[in-house]
Nanobody, 117 residues
């Protein structure tokens, strides 16, 4: 069982990135998928979530209107499209899968996003 994030990197303020979270060993269509982030010295925070099977989404206020979470069950992958990036979006981004029953859950290893000029 594995979650692998990719797509992070260095981007200028105002730029965009798309993060991917590819699952293996289980199928995400029975899991709520959440993107978290953690900046140095800060607690890990939930950024965006998409539920299963309804596909409902919710976002932390600081990213509403800029980030979009989506899922492709056929590719067993969740995405986070990040637009209008700000310096304060700099963090390690993680994805988490939680079965709709509440158990089990899995974490990825994270991908670094740095927003800087």
């Amino acid at each position: 069982v594995q979650l692998v994030e990719s797509g992070g990197g260095l981007v200028q303020p105002g730029g965009s990135l798309r993060l991917s979270c590819a699952a293996s060993g289980f199928t995400i269509n029975a899991y709520d998928m959440t993107w978290y982030r953690q900046a140095p010295g800060n607690a890990r925070e939930s950024v965006a979530r998409i539920t299963s099977p309804s596909g409902l989404t919710d976002y932390v206020d600081s990213v509403k209107g800029r980030f979009t979470i989506s899922r492709d069950n056929a590719k067993n992958t969740v995405y986070l499209q990040m637009n209008s990036l700000k310096a304060e979006d700099t963090a390690v981004y993680f994805c988490k899968a939680v079965h709709f029953s509440g158990y089990p859950s899995y974490w990825g290893q994270g991908t670094q996003v740095t927003v800087s000029s």
